[in-house]
T-cell receptor
Framework: NAGVMQNPRHLVRRRGQEARLRCSPM?????VYWYRQLPEEGLKFMVY????????ESGMPKERFSAEFPKEGPSILRIQQVVRGDSAAYFC??????????????FGAGSRLTVL | SQQGEEDPQALSIQEGENATMNCSYK?????LQWYRQNSGRGLVHLIL?????REKHSGRLRVTLDTSKKSSSLLITASRAADTASYFC????????????FGTGTRLKVLA
């Protein structure tokens, strides 16, 4: 029973390139969350998705960032035209359907993006 | 701004001692959760306490919640070197929201 799978674990991009991060939630989980973590800091909420729906993207920058969770396949966080400030660890978490606030999040190991 | 703020930011104790971390938040909540993060890894859920609960135990963990003060504490008793990690509280935004906001974390170091 695999947990939340994220890939790639490490990604290096040059400024201006695109970064694409993937997340496969735990089996049976229908909610996916993306968080960003800078070194020595807490997690910053980016976006919350259910299958084929973005429920809350209030934490995601309006430009260059997008997220999707298609009917089939993993959730994808896409960062276009990356800049050095995008360097961070990006964590995906999933949870089963449940009441607001009552879901326990299962996290992946994270994808570490380095922008040169 | 962050929903949760933990203090202290860093804590260093000897093995066998107790470690207490505090979390303050700003808005009403349904539940509060505590997570642990080992260096370079993802977060692991420790415990969830509902807004109508005041105290909860799980093994060596004891969590309290004071909704009137909008604060929670996590106590780890008889700490071990393996407890060395960062600890985060997470709160939902209240009724109807699925968004979880994490605090800034307490970095705990347990010395053998």
């Amino acid at each position: 029973n695999a947990g939340v799978m994220q890939n790639p674990r490490h990604l290096v991009r040059r400024r201006g390139q695109e970064a694409r991060l993937r997340c496969s939630p735990m089996k049976g989980h229908s909610h996916v969350y993306w968080y960003r973590q800078l070194p020595e800091e807490g997690l910053k909420f980016m976006v919350y998705l259910q299958k084929e729906n973005i429920i809350d993207e209030s934490g995601m920058p309006k430009e260059r960032f997008s997220a999707e969770f298609p009917k089939e396949g993993p959730s994808i966080l896409r960062i276009q035209q990356v800049v050095r400030g995008d360097s961070a660890a990006y964590f995906c978490a999933s949870s089963p359907q449940g009441a607001p606030g009552a879901n326990v999040l299962t996290f992946g190991a994270g994808s570490r993006l380095t922008v040169l | 701004s962050q929903q949760g703020e933990e203090d202290p930011q860093a804590l260093s104790i000897q093995e066998g001692e107790n470690a207490t971390m505090n979390c303050s938040y700003k808005t009403s909540i349904n539940n509060l959760q505590w997570y642990r993060q080992n260096s370079g890894r993802g977060l692991v859920h420790l415990i969830l306490i509902r807004s109508n609960e005041r105290e909860k135990h799980s093994g060596r963990l004891r969590v309290t919640l004071d909704t009137s003060k909008k604060s929670s504490s996590l106590l780890i008793t008889a700490s071990r070197a393996a407890d060395t990690a960062s600890y985060f509280c997470a709160t939902d935004g209240g009724t109807g929201t699925y968004k979880y906001i994490f605090g800034t974390g307490t970095r705990l170091k347990v010395l053998a």
